[in-house]
């Protein structure tokens, strides 16, 4: 089982926290394969300044089963990137995607989320702008919800920041069985904290809503 991390310049580092969880689950579940995946091969500038290589350019990736799209300060840019949002249009016809943090918002420029439930980053410092108001206003169609984690089949995004790990957990349970997660959570003195919202609504309220 395949899984991509999607990289671009100005990646949160914390997002790479997704990799991290996925090389855990390497040591109880071998057949897992990981990969990094960029616009462009090679050397990738992370918001901090710490480099990272991507092992593939949108051109040339492997299939894959899931593929992740990590968040971070330099998510604006890869909202206008067709060469990204086309790569991620494809992948999703026969791969989960997930989006962690402000990964949503370029999951939403795709298109692939009009008409469901999604969410993103919210807390942000000022004068940020909230990264989900942001996802209401410029994506209408997309029903932005404030939740941990929205599971919508197929698509999967998660809120910002350390939800990262939970939302890969969740990924990992969904692809590998309940007993990975068992073993995963014991090993790594991890719990999965975050409610899931998935089709049926369960908590989590929608962000006209909050407004009202």
Avoid at 39 to 64: H, K, M, R, W
Avoid at 162 to 184: F, K, N, Q, W, Y
Wanted: glycine fraction near 10%; aromatic fraction near 4%.
């Amino acid at each position: 089982m395949k899984f991509a991390v999607f990289l671009y310049p100005g990646v949160e580092p914390i997002d790479l926290a997704t990799f991290g969880v996925l090389s855990m689950a390497r040591r109880i579940a071998p057949q897992i394969q990981l990969l990094t995946v960029a616009p462009e091969p090679g050397p990738v500038v992370l918001s901090n300044g710490l480099t990272v290589l991507a092992q593939y350019g949108v051109g040339d990736c492997p299939p894959v089963d899931a593929l992740i799209i990590t968040g971070g300060p330099g998510w604006p840019a890869q909202t206008a990137n067709t060469v990204t949002l086309d790569f991620i249009r494809a992948r999703a016809k026969d791969s989960v995607v997930m989006s962690v943090c402000t990964g949503g918002m370029i999951l939403a420029a795709t298109g692939l989320l009009d008409g469901r439930h999604a969410t993103t980053k919210r807390e942000v410092v000022s004068p940020e702008e909230q990264p989900l108001a942001l996802m209401h206003n410029r994506y209408p169609k997309v029903r932005a919800v404030e939740a941990p984690l929205v599971d919508e089949g197929r698509l999967i995004t998660a809120g910002g920041v350390s939800l990262c790990i939970d939302a890969t957990l969740h990924l990992l349970e969904r692809m590998l069985g309940a007993v990975i997660l068992s073993i995963l959570r014991r090993i790594g003195s991890v719990s999965v904290g975050c409610q899931l919202r998935g089709s049926h609504p369960l908590n989590g309220r929608s962000l006209q809503e909050e407004i009202l």
